[in-house]
């Protein structure tokens, strides 16, 4: 077309030139409005060829802003850490596999691998776990030969501590970054699972079901009787203490003995004094050594824990605590009349309850009051972190999936575990039990691990335990138990 108008028009300016020079003079008219006609159509030809351009440019324009603003919108779902599980969702891993080992066993394995079979079946990643009672030591066995498995369930996060220091473990932070795990978890989860690496601090791992140990379980029945009111300070508590007494009953049911572990409940109470009286800084220097036993701050935490251990406070007066097995500690609670009132344990206590007993009707619980409003509410937990020892994308897949809710919503319902995640949802719970105890560490400021399972096992599950045992017992003052603990670490 574009080719037919240029030659009409060359025609017609030859024709106006012949008539120009005296040649065909009835030509010249026709030949010029030809000409103006061809110019015009030429002209809007190139208008069109010009505005399509222009229209082309604007699409191509248009275009790259769109795949610009959806790059921009991709990003933060990268940023959240949905890459892999997407990737994974997709159906881009099926027909790998990823090997797990951990503590999980008999039930605690059905309810695991029922956790995760919608994720499989969703997926096509086999998640091949292997659970063992002999974990601590087959962890170290694999590791050392050389055949760790992609993913490690550690229930002691000091274990986990060493084979991050020799490098042993992936850097979750690698493919998840700080920013999404925030979003899932509390802030002072994301300070426990930072450990020291060789080439400094790395994110060890994901943390996932967990047990909740700040609880105060008393007689509910024979509670709402006597017309007692929940404490939610550490004052009101003392004053309840009191109230008791002076109705001629006693407050504490506590026990200590554990066989050759006795004294591990000792330390439990110590754990959640540190958190009410000093700073997680402290709490944290004193779990690696850097904070004595000794020190001003942990002598004060062993000297509040004495006030309320005192004889009127304590069924069996405090000589009891240390002969009474700590899963008989509670049984005195349920009889009528309560022989004590309170006893502080974590939420597994409950399978050691006399049969028959009904949460909400025959017992309930409370969160152990806070003592100094500077250290907000702290809760004392102990739990799992998952670690990653070979990196893969469907490994890092897995991970990604173990930092929501969802991965434990199954085993939620079906009960003996708790999330530590920021997203499930409390309807989830299978048990109001469980659901009481999320709710209030949903309320939490902040979260600390179990510091005797933290620190070197020749103190934490060693001198610790002997030290309470010895000066609850009498056989050592104070001073003398908290200097042969700090005498016991390793150097």
Known sequence: MKRNLYTLLCAAIVASLLA???????????????????????ATEEAVATEA???????????????????????????????YLARAMAGEFTGTKVSMTGPFTDEDAVKFNDSIAEFEAATGIDIQYEGTKEFETTISVRVDGGDAPDIADFPQPGLLANFVKAGKVVDVNEFLTEEYLQGQYLQ????????EG?????MAGIWARFNGKSLVWYPKAAWDEAGYEIPTTWDEMIALMDTIVSDGDTPWCIGIESGAATGWAA??????????TTSLENYDNWITGELAFSSPEVTNAAEVMSEVWQDKYVYGGRAGIVSTFFVDAPTPIFEN???????KQGNFITSFFP????AGVDFDFFYLPGKDEAYGKPFLVAGDIYAMFNDRPEVRAVMEYFTKGESLKSWLAAGGALSPHKDPDLAWY???????????????????????DLMPGQVGAGSFWKGMTDYIAGTVDLATALSEIDASWPR
């Open 20 to 42: 120009a020079c005296g040649g065909a003079p009835a030509a010249a008219p026709a030949a010029t409005e030809a000409a103006t006609e061809a110019a015009a159509e030429v």
């Open 337 to 343: 009349p309560p022989k004590c009132w309170l006893h």
């Open 430 to 452: 299978g048990n109001d039990v469980e659901r009481g105890i999320a709710a209030l560490v949903a309320e939490a400021t902040s979260v600390r691990f179990d510091g005797s």
């Open 53 to 83: 351009a222009t229209e082309e440019a604007a699409a191509t324009e248009e275009a790259v802003a769109t795949e610009e603003a959806t790059e921009e919108a991709a990003a933060p779902a990268a940023a959240e850490g949905d890459t």
């Open 267 to 276: 330390t439990d109470w110590m754990e959640e004094i540190m958190l009410r």
């Open 355 to 358: 049969a028959g007993k009904e």
């Open 198 to 202: 060789p080439d400094g601090p790395i």
């Open 188 to 195: 002072s989860w994301l300070d426990m699972g930072t450990m």
